[in-house]
């Protein structure tokens, strides 16, 4: 069956097969809980981890809000005397899994190399609009002590900051979506079409 758009398909049943094909070529882990779907590309490709998308009826496919890019995570941190910085893109795999519950599902990447250990988990509920992105991070040795942590967030539409929340509308497509920090929040830079949570 082939992977295309839907908008190309003509015979009902071909809709949820070609859907099927269009996502095994596209990303690793897919969880939908039917309100919100996550996408990861696991721990190898630094491109959408995760995407978070939304499904509407006014769409065939679910429509993405924002995403996270590997590639564009940066730790630095102090290594006795020495700062350094790497980006997660390059940290390599440790190990990859996905958690079931009746309620929820978790996807988990961990990475890791001679000075710290980073664990990456996306969590989804059943019935909720909301999901939990969570970093953490973790050093291997004594002398390795966390600087900070750079990630951009990207989005698109209108942006909104208040507190400790970030909203995006998007008014063609008449969705929104939230963005909560636990704990303490973030320093902030808004840019333009992202977000950067420093």
Do not use: W
């Amino acid at each position: 069956m082939s992977a295309v758009e839907p908008q190309f398909l003509i015979i009902p049943h071909e809709f949820e097969a070609a859907n099927i094909a269009r996502m095994l070529l596209d990303t690793d882990f897919a969880l939908n809980n039917g309100l919100i779907e996550i996408r990861d590309d696991g721990g190898y490709v630094g491109r959408h981890n995760p995407i978070l998308l939304i499904d509407s009826e006014r769409f065939p496919s679910p429509y993405p809000i924002f995403y996270l890019n590997e590639s564009e995570m940066t730790v630095f941190y102090r290594n006795g005397i020495r700062t350094e910085m790497v980006d997660v893109a390059v940290l390599p795999v440790k190990y990859m899994k996905v958690d079931f519950t009746s309620e929820s599902a978790c996807v988990s990447v961990i990475k890791e190399n001679k000075d710290t250990i980073l664990t990456r988990k996306t969590e989804i509920f059943k019935g909720s609009k909301f999901c939990t992105f969570s970093v953490n991070l973790e050093s291997v040795k004594d002398e390795i002590s966390l600087e900070y942590v750079r990630l951009m967030l990207r989005v698109s539409g209108k942006i909104f900051m208040l507190n400790q929340t970030v909203g995006v509308l998007h008014e063609s497509t008449k969705m929104c979506g939230q963005v909560i920090f636990e704990g303490k929040t973030p320093s902030t830079k808004l840019t333009r079409l992202s977000i950067q949570p420093v």
